[in-house]
């Protein structure tokens, strides 16, 4: 099992912006020394959910401190972005850093970005679906011309080409049911997640779905990597763990219920399946009923091993991503769960599913 650490930037607690920059670019820096294999920067706009707007920029300077850890996106929002632009970002990080880059893409799922770049949230799969299409074609054709909805180029050479061939790896989005499928048929990676009640059974039929797409597609069944988000933090003792890390969890989802809210009379947003579910969920949920199930894993060691490795196996994945420093959790308290899910728990994990 790989092991990654996803990063928000957010800030709940008063610090100021250039706190919240310098705090969550040591860890994603000490990362490596840890033993992690990624990290991954996600991002968001107009809000403290979380201040990394440009996630390049803060790839590039990991990058430039760094020699062996991978760059992750987590994700980038494509519709809010040029494609061509996106793919020179991208092609130039990859070549600075020596083929770390992972290229994580989503829609994004929230109303206040979606209004605050003046789009319409219905269109994003069509906007998704077109931006991967040109920044597929910038990576991997000499020239090419683009006649689309949103997007036109008449003969235009892209330059650079990123270092990894044909293409870094692009890692999707999996919220909805469909997205599986799309992933697979285009050959992409998962990036799915049990923050918004993705339950083993839902992990397992949207797998299926996924194996189903890459043959489909003439691709081998069962290729492609399967990264699963999870909230994760041990400690010494139980107590100790669930006491620090509770109070951030509630303010997460508290906080995303806010950010996700659809105006009055209005369901859910045309093209996002489960999009109201995750919603109402992240509204009602409390830390001391997430921890008995699989969205956050909170203890001292052992137990954190013993449903880490049971949940891989009932989800089906191979790459871990951590969700250790939420709710503006002090860098001390993050670095010493880092320690202990780098040096002691991820190993063990590894050699029980061994």
């Given at each position: 099992?790989?092991?990654?650490?996803?990063?928000?930037?957010?800030?709940?607690?008063?610090?100021?912006?250039?706190?919240?920059?310098?705090?969550?670019?040591?860890?994603?820096?000490?990362?490596?020394?840890?033993?992690?294999?990624?990290?991954?920067?996600?991002?968001?706009?107009?809000?403290?959910?979380?201040?990394?707007?440009?996630?390049?920029?803060?790839?590039?300077?990991?990058?430039?401190?760094?020699?062996?850890?991978?760059?992750?996106?987590?994700?980038?929002?494509?519709?809010?972005?040029?494609?061509?632009?996106?793919?020179?970002?991208?092609?130039?990080?990859?070549?600075?850093?020596?083929?770390?880059?992972?290229?994580?893409?989503?829609?994004?799922?929230?109303?206040?970005?979606?209004?605050?770049?003046?789009?319409?949230?219905?269109?994003?799969?069509?906007?998704?679906?077109?931006?991967?299409?040109?920044?597929?074609?910038?990576?991997?054709?000499?020239?090419?011309?683009?006649?689309?909805?949103?997007?036109?180029?008449?003969?235009?050479?892209?330059?650079?080409?990123?270092?990894?061939?044909?293409?870094?790896?692009?890692?999707?989005?999996?919220?909805?049911?469909?997205?599986?499928?799309?992933?697979?048929?285009?050959?992409?990676d998962v990036l799915m997640s049990t923050v918004f009640g993705l339950t083993a059974?839902?992990?397992?039929?949207?797998?299926?779905?996924?194996?189903?797409?890459?043959?489909?597609?003439?691709?081998?069944?069962q290729g492609g990597k399967i990264s699963c988000l999870v909230m994760v933090y041990?400690?010494?003792?139980?107590?100790?763990?669930?006491?620090?890390?509770?109070?951030?969890?509630?303010?997460?989802?508290?906080?995303?219920?806010?950010?996700?809210?659809?105006?009055?009379?209005?369901?859910?947003?045309?093209?996002?399946?489960?999009y109201g579910a995750a919603r109402d969920l992240a509204a009602s949920v409390e830390?001391?009923?997430?921890?008995?199930?699989?969205?956050?894993?909170?203890?001292?060691?052992?137990?954190?091993?013993?449903?880490?490795?049971?949940?891989?196996?009932?989800?089906?994945?191979?790459?871990?991503?951590?969700?250790?420093?939420?709710?503006?959790?002090?860098?001390?308290?993050?670095?010493?769960?880092?320690?202990?899910?780098?040096?002691?728990?991820?190993?063990?994990?590894?050699?029980?599913?061994?």
């Amino acid at each position: 099992m790989k092991l990654g650490m996803l990063h928000l930037f957010e800030n709940p607690v008063d610090y100021t912006e250039q706190e919240v920059v310098t705090n969550q670019m040591e860890l994603m820096v000490e990362a490596e020394r840890l033993g992690y294999d990624s990290v991954w920067a996600a991002e968001h706009h107009f809000s403290e959910y979380g201040y990394c707007a440009s996630p390049q920029v803060s790839l590039a300077a990991v990058a430039a401190r760094t020699s062996t850890i991978r760059l992750g996106t987590g994700v980038v929002i494509l519709p809010f972005h040029h494609p061509v632009r996106l793919a020179e970002d991208f092609a130039f990080l990859d070549l600075m850093s020596n083929g770390r880059i992972d290229f994580g893409v989503g829609r994004g799922y929230q109303p206040i970005e979606y209004k605050g770049f003046g789009l319409d949230q219905s269109q994003s799969r069509e906007m998704f679906n077109e931006s991967m299409e040109v920044i597929h074609r910038c990576w991997t054709e000499e020239r090419f011309s683009h006649q689309g909805k949103y997007y036109q180029f008449d003969d235009i050479c892209v330059r650079p080409k990123p270092l990894q061939r044909p293409h870094p790896p692009v890692y999707m989005a999996c919220l909805s049911p469909t997205t599986f499928e799309t992933a697979g048929r285009l050959g992409y990676d998962v990036l799915m997640s049990t923050v918004f009640g993705l339950t083993a059974e839902g992990a397992q039929q949207g797998i299926a779905d996924y194996r189903r797409g890459r043959a489909e597609a003439g691709l081998d069944p069962q290729g492609g990597k399967i990264s699963c988000l999870v909230m994760v933090y041990p400690g010494k003792t139980r107590e100790e763990a669930r006491n620090t890390f509770g109070p951030r969890v509630n303010w997460y989802y508290k906080t995303i219920a806010k950010y996700v809210a659809l105006p009055k009379g209005q369901d859910d947003i045309e093209g996002y399946e489960g999009y109201g579910a995750a919603r109402d969920l992240a509204a009602s949920v409390e830390f001391d009923n997430l921890v008995n199930g699989p969205s956050v894993i909170c203890g001292e060691p052992e137990h954190c091993i013993e449903k880490l490795t049971n949940q891989a196996q009932e989800f089906g994945f191979n790459e871990l991503l951590c969700w250790t420093r939420i709710g503006g959790l002090e860098n001390s308290k993050v670095l010493s769960a880092m320690e202990l899910l780098g040096t002691d728990i991820i190993p063990a994990v590894r050699k029980a599913s061994a």
